[in-house]
């Protein structure tokens, strides 16, 4: 039982490029998230997918975009990265229920030079 | 809006000390509470969470928390520390709409 698997773990990428980071899970959860995590600003999420289909937009959605395209996988795009997009970004899951908590993907670390 | 608001950014504490972490949040319906800790280089895990009934929550490794509904509150303690709970520790609420939102962190380092 892998729980919430992200891919890659790490990436450079150039400004401009765009890039998709990959995320599955495989707990049978409704609810998925993306978040990015910035010293001091603690975890700001950027998109919310509240069951396979929809999607909802987060504190922080500008200059990302998602797909929630089956129950398992939540992908995150950067189209046009901007060295503002440098973070650590992190994935989650949770059963859907309000009292139930989200679980962690390892993370994955993102520099935009 | 819903905001979460860790009144500590950084601690720092000798073992055996006592440790209180401040959280506050502005909702006003009905919330869910969660406390996470991040240790160096790993991702976040849940030391304990409140949704209903008995308000003092006890969670992992020692820990507990209180609700206090009046004061919109969620404070983390633990009677003693270890070095082992140097780590961030993160506040966080969901509301009715699901989306759970994170306050800004406090880093706690324990000095041997």
């Known amino acids: 039982n892998a729980g919430v698997t992200q891919t890659p773990k790490f990436q450079v990428l150039k400004t401009g490029q765009s890039m998709t980071l990959q995320c599955a899970q495989d707990m049978n959860h409704n609810s998925m998230y993306w978040y990015r995590q910035d010293p001091g600003m603690g975890l700001r999420l950027i998109y919310y997918s509240a069951s396979e289909g929809t999607t909802d937009k987060g504190e922080v959605p500008n200059g990302y975009n998602v797909s929630r395209l089956n129950k398992r996988e939540f992908s995150l795009r950067l189209e046009s990265a901007a060295p503002s997009q440098t973070s650590v970004y992190f994935c989650?899951?949770?059963?859907?229920?309000?009292?139930?908590?989200?679980?962690f993907g390892q993370g994955t670390r993102l520099t935009v030079v | 809006a819903q905001s979460v608001s860790q009144h500590n950014h950084h601690v720092i504490l000798s073992e055996a000390a006592s440790l209180e972490l401040g959280c506050n949040y502005s909702y006003g319906g009905t919330v869910n509470l969660f406390w996470y800790v991040q240790y160096p280089g790993q991702h976040l895990q849940l030391l304990l969470k409140y949704f209903s009934g008995d308000p003092l929550v006890k969670g992992i490794k020692g820990f507990e928390a209180e609700f206090i509904k009046s004061k919109f509150s969620f404070n983390l303690r633990k009677p003693s520390v270890q070095w082992s709970d140097t780590a961030e520790y993160f506040c966080?609420?969901?509301?009715?709409?699901?989306?759970?939102?994170f306050g800004a962190g406090t880093q706690v380092v324990v000095t041997p």
């Open positions: 966080a609420v969901k509301g009715s709409w699901g989306k759970l939102q």
């Open positions: 989650a899951s949770s059963p859907g229920d309000r009292a139930n908590e989200a679980f």
